[in-house]
């Protein structure tokens, strides 16, 4: 799996949207970026993929660049339940999900 | 979707002992993973089972760790001789992967079992 880089901590105030950068320059084509969050003692929760194009849930928003060598996954109100770790993942499912450090996002009041 | 399940919660045993955790996954998925977690760590990967084939053990941390899914459902994970640098948290996955490899969805993980080793 490609490797992804991500800042390992960002704070955001609460109600404003949250933009978590993932840069995953070596990604191949048939790779997907997968974003996971883990809520303290918790497991990894899956919040959203995608392959090129841009998508949307009822959890979050990911863009991708049209190069596909980085993205942003965008919580577009955080709330305080937000503060996780954050995860950017290139996956395919012939290879294992591997996680790198993530981003500790702090939400503030 | 009752979600992935993992039994205990914690566990505490002394050094040397041998220590099983269970986990049940979403009942039509067919692949199971195990991971580990220590602090400040993102999981890495130990094994995976499709149905109850363990297709990819070589990431065991060692020949004190096995995984068995004997029927394709529930998996249990052994460590045997613990050790305390086994303290960690072990989590348990699973997804649905369509014939050929295509078609699949996304890991969804229990909450793990917390082991400490004293």
């Known amino acids: 799996d490609a490797k992804t880089t991500q800042p390992p901590s960002m704070d955001c105030a609460e109600g404003r949207a949250a933009n978590l950068p993932c840069n995953h320059s070596?990604?191949?084509?048939?790779?997907?970026v997968y974003w996971y969050r883990q809520i303290h003692s918790q497991g990894p929760q899956y919040i959203i993929h995608?392959?090129?194009n841009n998508e949307t849930n009822e959890m979050a928003s990911l863009i991708i660049t049209e190069d596909r060598k980085s993205s942003t996954l965008i919580l577009p109100h955080a709330t305080l339940r937000d503060t996780a770790v954050y995860y950017c993942?290139?996956?395919?499912?012939?290879?294992?999900?591997?996680f790198g450090g993530g981003t500790r996002l702090m939400v503030k009041p | 979707d009752t979600g992935v399940s993992q039994n205990p919660r914690h566990k505490i045993t002394k050094r040397g002992q041998n220590v099983t955790f269970r986990c049940d996954p979403i009942s039509e998925h067919n692949r199971l993973y195990w991971y580990r977690q220590t602090l400040g760590q993102g999981p890495e990967f130990l094994t995976y089972?499709?149905?109850?084939?363990?297709?990819?053990k070589s990431r065991l941390l060692s020949d004190r760790f096995s995984a068995e899914r004997p029927k394709g459902s529930f998996s249990t994970l052994e460590i045997q001789r613990t050790e305390q640098g086994d303290s960690a948290m072990y989590l348990c996955?699973?997804?649905?992967?369509?014939?050929?490899?295509?078609?699949?969805?996304?890991?969804?993980f229990g909450n793990g079992t917390r082991l400490t080793v004293t």
């Open positions: 995608g392959l090129k």
């Open positions: 089972f499709q149905n109850e084939a363990q297709l990819e």
């Open positions: 070596t990604i191949s084509g048939n790779e997907y």
């Open positions: 996955a699973s997804s649905l992967v369509g014939t050929g490899g295509f078609g699949f969805s996304p890991l969804h």
């Open positions: 993942i290139a996956y395919n499912a012939g290879n294992m999900l591997t």
